[in-house]
């Protein structure tokens, strides 16, 4: 075959190439999430605190919705077709409750806290695979009537999963815990209700039911 002939066949494969690029329709579900405004309004969990609720932008190739009301911790984004978060919610006994919205039905469906979650701010946590969740709850024993402990519930079913070790409980008037998924499997807690300047971590893994405990020399900048 000679350099013409070559030449042509390249040419031919790249105009084929092409053709079959400007045939396949562009995706419809790559999706993502923004936050794009603001409010200060009243607290949830004090008449004379003020917090930040957010406008989410949820965009996909061929749609865009908002969502208000927005809590933190932001939600995240599972997959390519829900975005699942908090939301403020004033009929809520903790004033908020998750949100799921569906990009494909472009509709938006609230389920309830559960009710033993503590009302901070960022004490709760959703794994990013949206499955579980991560909060702090009361945690009544014989030897401890008026402790909390940290605690991961299935979304869907409720059930409990893993269980901390009791805190002291929480006498504060901001929020002395602090909740993070690392990954959909992972996650860490800390809380400063033991005292004396200091934060105790638990960390774990839900599919090895595994936990840890350790100290931190300082409040923790997961938020």
């Not at 409010?39 to 930040?52: G, H, P, Q």
């Not at 190739?61 to 919610?89: Q, Y």
């Not at 893994?205 to 997961?222: C, G, N, Q, Y």
Request: hydrophobic share 40%; with cysteine.
């Amino acid at each position: 075959m000679n350099h013409t002939k070559i030449l042509v066949f390249v040419l031919a494969a790249m105009a084929q190439a092409c053709r079959s690029n400007e045939r396949a329709p562009a995706s419809t579900t790559t999706l993502s999430a923004a936050v794009v405004d603001s409010v200060r309004s009243k607290a949830w969990w004090s008449d004379e605190d003020t917090m930040f609720t957010y406008v989410l932008e949820v965009r996909t190739a061929a749609t865009a919705d908002t969502i208000h009301d927005v809590v933190a911790p932001l939600p995240t984004v599972v997959g390519d077709t829900l975005v699942i978060g908090l939301a403020a919610d004033a009929r809520a006994a903790t004033g908020r409750a998750i949100f799921v919205f569906d990009v494909r039905q472009r509709g938006i469906v609230h389920e309830p806290l559960p009710i033993d979650a503590w009302p901070g701010q960022h004490d709760f946590g959703i794994s990013p695979d949206g499955s579980n969740l991560l909060y702090v709850r009361e945690m009544k024993t014989p030897r401890n009537p008026y402790g909390e402990a940290a605690v991961v519930r299935r979304r869907a079913s409720g059930e409990v999963v893993l269980t901390g070790p009791p805190w002291p409980p929480c006498e504060c008037d901001s929020d002395l815990h602090h909740a993070r998924w690392v990954t959909a499997d992972s996650f860490e807690i800390a809380t400063g209700a033991i005292g004396r300047g200091r934060w105790e971590r638990l960390s774990g893994s839900v599919s090895r039911r595994a936990l840890h405990i350790d100290t931190l020399p300082s409040e923790p900048k997961w938020h």
